[in-house]
């Protein structure tokens, strides 16, 4: 006889000694210990690891949409426009981009302020008013204390 059939002998021996009411109770633990065991060896890595891939997917998105936002900039491609075009230039890609943005006409160009945006966000608007030919004239940046960015600027034709 092997050690193993040993084993399982005095096994089934131990559990015949126990009563009916031993046999569920042990029943229950052994339940019990088995979703534990689930829980933590299958279950809570594999929610680990899908937020941390969500984590990785939202950075990613933003680093695709800075680096999408940066590609292509044509500063040397403005075209002459009124106080009006640029206005509406700004208020269609500003909505676009769901930026809320105040604006208000001075001289030739047109000044703009940001009160809150996500970086990718109010960068990303920012390249697309310059490749549709506008340039930014000046360009103040602050951190609010929610993370997100102000901005003040001015645009010229």
Known sequence: MTVFS????????????????EHVMLGVLGGVLALVLAWFLILAPLLARKAGAADRLDAAVQTHALASAASGIDPSGGVARSPDDI????????????IAVQMTAEGGGVSFAVESAETARLFGWIAALERAGLTIDSLSVLENADATLQAQGTVAP
């Open 87 to 98: 206005e509406a230039l700004l208020n269609d890609s500003a909505a676009e981009a769901g």
């Open 6 to 21: 040993e084993q399982v002998k005095a096994a089934r021996v131990w559990w015949d000694g126990r009563t009916a009411r």
